[in-house]
């Protein structure tokens, strides 16, 4: 195998993993209702239906990632969405080791980080539309 086709298959895995993994997130939102995220955004004194664009990172970014369908823009629409979350949700854990000694946000953290990546090197060969 080529090394292009190799780089493009490491993209198309990156891209895949990031978006199921993210878009599992948005179907439970979308399942348990929106109302707790809602919540914390009304708590921060912004208007409730703010909560609604986790959606778009969660569920239409993913969707665009595992597409290939501007994947740069998804990646970047998944790492705000991350940002905003480590804001509402895990700004009191940003120092904190958890259990085993890692980084208690290790997992919103390689989101990030994965989204930003995507962002940076876009999709590959293997997308719709390869941006």
Do not use: C
Not at 41 to 53: D, H, I, K, R, S
Not at 90 to 115: D, I, K, P, R, V
């Amino acid at each position: 195998m080529n090394p292009n086709t190799q780089n493009d298959l490491g993209k198309l895995l990156l891209r895949v993993t990031l978006g199921v993994l993210v878009l599992l997130h948005g179907i439970a939102k979308l399942n348990g209702g929106m109302s707790g995220i809602a919540g914390m955004v009304e708590a921060q004194g912004l208007p409730g239906f703010l909560g609604y664009a986790v959606l778009i990172g969660e569920v239409v970014a993913p969707l665009m990632l595992i597409a290939g369908f501007h994947a740069r823009i998804g990646g970047l629409l998944v790492a705000i969405n991350m940002l905003v979350a480590i804001v509402l949700v895990h700004m009191g854990e940003l120092t904190s080791l958890n259990g085993q000694g890692g980084w208690a946000l290790e997992l919103q953290g390689m989101f990030l980080g994965t989204a930003i990546v995507i962002a940076l090197i876009g999709p590959g060969r293997f997308s719709v539309n390869q941006r």
